[in-house]
């Protein structure tokens, strides 16, 4: 069994994304600029931002965060946005979600310029993505497709078997790995909570990537031996040893799945880090669409 290290992936990814950041600075070409807008106060989406405002540090980008209250409306949201999209500074700009309940997510989405939408959310990416033009795979998918491609694991002709259907992974990841591409050309099943028979079809397949957000849910009674296994959920789980008083714990029963697999993905440590490695390369992107 070969872990898919996604700590160490994610960290080689910032490393080349660092010295592409260097050159473009030598050549006195401006730094890819990320900002970031998030609204209100949740304690876990401002761990997120900040997270993803270091990572932006670290690798030698600008950054900006804006911090608006819980009660801004959703025009004032809508003005910021449209202040994003028309600075000419700023490559790609991100919208933490969720948003509070009184500020209509899809009429946010759809305020992004496309070209600056490094979150790739907005339907005309995400229509892009479908047809396989350039475009910005989000974060999640698109980390997953390095993942497989960084080690190899070959997707062309395989049995593919993707439970849950959201907008941000199921979906997407079953419409990238159909296509032809480098890492595509599966033959795709998408599955979902009114699936019959969800065993059946997941014991015939070569690879499974799994987004419910039900801890261990794919047990190792379901899985046949070789398959490949990518764990996306992640679900805090109350555990009284840790000092947080939690614990991240995945889709996969990982240890039952870990013996009969040929790779599989932990969690923590998995898919999770690959995300903000692929908001910086999409950001990269930006700047060298926009500059190009
Ligand atoms: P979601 O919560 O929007 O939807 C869950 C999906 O699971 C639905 O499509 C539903 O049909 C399906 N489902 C539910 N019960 C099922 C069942 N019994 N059998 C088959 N399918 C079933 O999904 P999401 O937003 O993709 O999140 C899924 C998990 O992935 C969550 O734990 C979330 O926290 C995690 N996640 C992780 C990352 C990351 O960066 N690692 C990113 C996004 C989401």
Request: aromatic share 4%; glycine share 8%; proline share 4%.
């Amino acid at each position: 069994m070969i872990l898919l290290d996604g700590k160490k992936t994610s960290a080689d990814i910032k490393e080349e994304i660092a010295l592409e950041v260097g050159a473009l600075k030598r050549n006195e070409k401006k730094a890819p600029h990320l900002a970031a807008i998030i609204v209100g106060n949740d304690g876990a989406s401002l761990t997120y931002v900040n997270a993803k405002v270091k990572a932006c540090e670290r690798v030698g980008f600008e950054s900006t965060l804006i911090q608006l209250p819980e009660e801004t409306t959703e025009a004032e949201l809508l003005n910021e946005i449209e202040i994003l999209n028309v600075d000419n500074d700023i490559d790609g700009f991100i919208v933490q979600l969720p948003l509070p309940k009184h500020i209509d997510e899809q009429k946010v989405l759809l305020a992004v310029d496309p070209a600056k939408d490094v979150d790739g959310f907005h339907p005309e990416n995400v229509g892009r993505m479908a047809l396989n033009l350039p475009t910005f795979i989000s974060a999640t998918p698109f980390g997953i497709l390095e993942l497989l491609d960084r080690y190899e694991v070959e997707t062309s002709g395989k049995n593919v078997v993707v439970i849950g259907r959201s907008h941000i992974v199921g979906s997407p990841m079953s419409i990238l790995l159909s296509q032809k591409r480098k890492v595509g050309n599966a033959t795709v099943t998408l599955t979902h909570s009114r699936t019959q028979n969800l065993e059946a079809i997941t014991k015939e397949a070569d690879i499974i990537v799994a987004a419910i957000g039900i801890p261990e849910f794919l047990k190792g009674n379901m899985v046949k031996d070789g398959v490949v296994v990518i764990d996306v959920g992640i679900t805090r789980v109350a555990d009284a040893s840790k000092k947080s008083g939690f614990r991240l714990v995945g889709d996969v029963a990982f240890d039952e799945v870990a013996e009969k697999s040929s790779f599989i993905t932990p969690v923590p440590g998995g898919v999770g880090p690959m995300t903000i490695a692929m908001l910086l390369k999409n950001t990269l992107i930006a700047n060298k669409r926009r500059n190009s």
